[in-house]
């Protein structure tokens, strides 16, 4: 049985370690079959790639796509695509170029929250200057004393009705997913246990992203408990979608779930890789 992480980020977006350094943390914890799914970008994948060759296990090529589905924000993951697609490639372009002016408003948000110097604070912990998240800013409010820790940041801050919140357009669900399947890749729903809605709103989501020619839901992930797990399992068989898992891996001390220490995926579901080469 070979083990797999399809969800994990690096310097590339909002994760604490390098590509290459993030795949051979994933090897050395018995990982065969790694995802590098960066916020909207690809651009770890290079430097990713070349050290999984090294280390012997597989790397799979992917994203993970920012979505605005009503007044939701929610997140596609990309699995397996050709990383040299123009219509991705361009479309994660698209998604980027937002970043830097919603970012602007978050650090003008705070700062009328009397959280002055964000837009700084938070350049210091950027690790690629394609791309700035919201990662980066509850690092500075964790530095800077304002927060405890990352879950109080999102609890107090960051989040939607919080001071430090604006709202943002992204892609919409049927970009997102043409945009994946014309680089020939899977489009599977993350972490759908996050999304604050209602479960009727839930139904609908997958549904319609179903019918936009979604391919799977992310059933294992670490914010998923055994209630959301069976709740996204029966609705992947009821949907006829695929199943995948990831640890959503974003690094050492951040993460408590470390790459590839995942549980297995429900009885009945069809794994989002069975149809891979
Ligand atoms: P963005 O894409 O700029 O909206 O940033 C989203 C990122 O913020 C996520 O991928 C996480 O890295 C981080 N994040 C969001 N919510 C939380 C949370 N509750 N706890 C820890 N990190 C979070
Ligand atoms: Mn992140
Ligand atoms: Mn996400
Ligand atoms: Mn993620």
């Not at 590098?36 to 994203?63: K, W």
């Not at 964790?142 to 107090?156: C, H, I, N, Q, S």
Request: glycine fraction near 10%; aromatic fraction near 6%; hydrophobic fraction near 45%.
């Amino acid at each position: 049985m070979l083990r797999y992480d399809l969800h994990a980020h690096s310097t590339a977006s909002d994760g604490l370690l390098a590509p290459d350094v993030l795949v051979r943390r994933a090897a050395e914890r018995g990982v065969d079959v790694l995802a590098l799914t960066d916020h909207d970008d690809m651009a770890g994948l290079a430097l990713a790639a070349d050290r999984a060759r090294e280390a012997r296990i597989r790397l799979v090529p992917g994203a993970e796509l920012s979505v605005s589905w009503g007044d939701q924000t929610i997140h596609i993951v990309a699995l397996n695509v050709d990383a040299q697609c123009t219509a991705l490639v361009q479309g994660l372009e698209v998604i980027r170029s937002g970043r830097d002016g919603r970012a602007r408003r978050i650090a003008a948000a705070l700062e009328a929250a009397g959280i002055p110097g964000a837009w700084d604070g938070a350049l210091r912990y950027v690790t690629s200057e394609r791309l700035i998240s919201r990662a980066h800013f509850a690092r500075y409010l964790v530095e800077a004393g304002f927060v405890r820790d990352m879950k109080d940041v999102f609890k107090r801050y960051l989040a939607p009705g919080l001071p430090g919140y604006v709202e943002h357009a992204w892609a919409t669900l049927d970009e997102a997913v043409g945009w994946i399947h014309a680089a020939g890749g899977d489009a599977v729903l993350a972490h759908p246990g996050r999304y604050r809605i209602t479960p009727a709103a839930m139904r609908t989501l997958v549904a319609q992203f179903r019918d936009t020619g979604g391919d799977a839901i992310e059933v294992i992930t670490p914010a998923h408990d055994a209630d959301d797990i069976a709740r996204f399992a029966a609705l992947a068989r009821v949907h006829g979608l695929k199943a995948s898992q990831g640890s959503d891996y974003h690094g050492p001390g951040e993460s408590l779930v470390e790459p590839g220490d995942l549980p297995p995926l429900p009885a009945g579901l069809v794994p989002v890789w069975s149809s891979w080469q």
